[in-house]
């Protein structure tokens, strides 16, 4: 009777060793699908608190001086009494509209308030990756302009982001501190573009609708792992307790 109650136990040991790593595991899942959840969860907040902002500034028109001294608002409208383009094109690369890939095309422009990039408009980008688009005009730029902020992301590459060509720099994101110490100059910290009218689909590369979908299919999956969890613990103890 005893040799048999010890084997009993021996027998137990490695289905609660077993039983206790599956509930860790699943708890660190759990954990992750509701942290993606939240994480979804904000970046439709983010997104929706940026289309409701351009829908606050799209009415709004101030000029470039009041701009500066009251503080730039992202979207705010502007109207620039003075400005020329200065001989310096850059080409942001990756840059995707209606399907096909090209570039947003910026100019350098000089402002009685100080430097600035100017955003001409977007251009497709040639077969050839050695080859750049056909420059645009920069004769007689507009007045008018939209405030865009740009975010200050990581570099990935800090050696390659920018190269050099005969039509100007061709970049991978818009470093506007490594911009201004590449010319050596100082630059407004902020872009001006020529676009007046986005729609939400350029304001946002995915809508906070799909992100709040993302962020519901993920808590869904939470709670099915949960109650899964659950099931198999109250089986695993009916099998010990048999």
């Known amino acids: 009777m005893a040799i048999a109650k010890t084997s009993q136990c021996i027998d137990r040991k490695p289905v609660s060793y077993r039983l206790w790593l599956f509930v860790l595991l699943m708890v660190a899942l759990i954990a992750l699908m509701v942290k993606?959840?939240?994480?979804?969860?904000?970046?439709?907040?983010?997104?929706?608190?940026?289309?409701e902002q351009y829908l606050q500034q799209s009415q709004q028109q101030s000029s470039l001086q009041v701009a500066l001294s009251e503080g730039p608002k992202a979207f705010?409208?502007?109207?620039?009494?003075?400005?020329?383009?200065?001989?310096?094109?850059?080409?942001?690369?990756?840059?995707?509209?209606?399907g096909r890939v090209g570039y947003d095309v910026f100019t350098l422009a000089a402002t009685p308030q100080g430097k600035v990039l100017v955003r001409l408009g977007w251009q497709a980008a040639p077969m050839s990756r050695g080859q750049l688009p056909e420059a645009p005009s920069?004769?007689?730029?507009?007045?008018?302009?939209?405030?865009?902020q740009i975010s200050h992301s990581l570099l990935l590459d800090k050696q390659h982001w920018l190269e050099s060509l005969p039509q100007g720099l061709r970049v991978q994101q818009i470093d506007l501190a490594g911009l201004a110490a590449?010319?050596?100059?100082?630059?407004?910290?902020?872009?001006?573009?020529?676009?007046?009218?986005?729609?939400?689909?350029?304001?946002?590369?995915?809508?906070?609708?799909k992100h709040q979908a993302y962020a519901l299919q993920w808590l869904l999956m939470?709670?099915?792992?949960?109650?899964?969890?659950i099931y198999f613990c109250w089986r695993s103890r009916n099998k010990e307790s048999a």
């Open 36 to 51: 993606l959840s939240l994480w979804q969860w904000q970046r439709a907040e983010q997104k929706q608190q940026l289309l």
């Open 76 to 98: 705010q409208r502007i109207k620039v009494s003075q400005i020329q383009a200065l001989n310096q094109l850059l080409w942001l690369d990756n840059q995707i509209q209606n």
């Open 138 to 148: 920069t004769d007689n730029l507009p007045q008018q302009y939209r405030l865009r």
């Open 182 to 209: 590449h010319w050596q100059i100082e630059l407004l910290p902020f872009v001006l573009d020529s676009q007046l009218q986005f729609s939400s689909e350029q304001l946002v590369a995915m809508p906070p609708q």
């Open 222 to 229: 939470a709670i099915v792992a949960s109650g899964l969890t």
